[in-house]
């Protein structure tokens, strides 16, 4: 079974106040949550989430199947960054992740998501305990992971806005 983590990074506040008083993961985006829309591919795994400890309360009430701010160090987990509008083909593109390396997804200086084993899930543990931005993880990360550009992808980056390159 897969490790998932959905987190937060810094720029939770550029979508002040829809995220005063929920994780970002947590926003409607139409009909669903971003949560859901992870969910809806990743619901076979083992789903964490992580937040800013002031919400951590509120997520173990609404969200009480999952851990919370917990990280499973037993086998290597997928982070994905909560702003991540996850798609049919970028769920396809991280399924292909080589699960004996490092790698991290980035986008336009956005963490999109990370497979990450050993000492790399001790540092995003680490980087986890305060809210990282992504610049900062990938700085971190991109020292001991593959890196792969993605070109094509939906990210929220400001309020009602989210960014996504034409196809």
Request: contains cysteine; glycine residues 4%; hydrophobic residues 40%.
């Amino acid at each position: 079974m897969i490790n998932i983590c959905i987190f937060e990074d810094n720029l939770f506040q550029k979508l002040e106040p829809l995220t005063f008083t929920r994780p970002i993961y947590d926003i409607l985006v139409g009909t669903n949550t971003l949560f859901d829309k992870i969910n809806r591919f990743y619901g076979y795994g083992n789903i964490s989430l992580h937040c800013r400890e002031e919400l951590k309360p509120l997520l173990k009430e609404k969200y009480k199947n999952y851990q919370i701010n917990t990280i499973n160090f037993a086998t290597p987990g997928l982070f994905i960054n909560g702003r991540v509008l996850l798609t049919k083909e970028l769920f396809t593109l991280l399924n292909k992740v080589d699960t004996e390396k490092n790698q991290i997804f980035t986008y336009k200086g956005s963490l999109v998501a990370a497979y990450l084993r050993a000492d790399q899930l001790s540092i995003m543990k680490k980087k986890l305990a305060s809210i990282p931005s992504s610049k900062e993880l990938i700085d971190i990360l991109r020292k001991k992971c593959i890196t792969k550009e993605i070109e094509n992808i939906k990210i929220i980056n400001k309020k009602y806005s989210i960014e996504a390159t034409p196809t």
